[in-house]
Nanobody, 114 residues
């Protein structure tokens, strides 16, 4: 069974930064896969935030370009999302996933508020 566990969320003021981590375990090696970060706020559709290919090519949704950085450590089976200059509208539960998709992990709550 593949498991994805996100961590690193929390409460941060507007303009602050957080670094999220996602550890994959089970019969999976992320070095062979594209990895993705999503976010979902209550009442809204799940949004693709960033993607990094198995060849380490990153892609970002337009709202986060220039502020977020996705990276991976294949030896640790871990993908990261560095989030800078956070905005209140980016309050959401953040999830990672693989391509092809794995079962969703618990996500990690990011709250951007004064």
């Amino acid at each position: 069974q593949v498991q994805l566990v996100e961590s690193g969320g929390g409460l941060v003021q507007p303009g602050g930064s957080l670094r999220l981590s996602c550890v994959a375990s089970g019969s999976i090696f992320i070095r062979f896969l594209n990895m993705e970060w999503y976010r979902q706020a209550p009442g809204k559709q799940r949004e693709l935030v960033a993607r990094i290919t198995n060849h380490d090519i990153p892609n970002y949704g337009d709202p986060v370009k220039g502020r977020f950085t996705i990276s991976r450590d294949n030896a640790k089976n871990t993908v990261y999302l560095q989030m800078n200059n956070l905005k209140p509208e980016e309050t959401a539960v953040y999830y990672c996933n693989t391509d092809p998709p794995s079962p969703w992990g618990p996500g990690t709550q990011v709250t951007v508020s004064t």
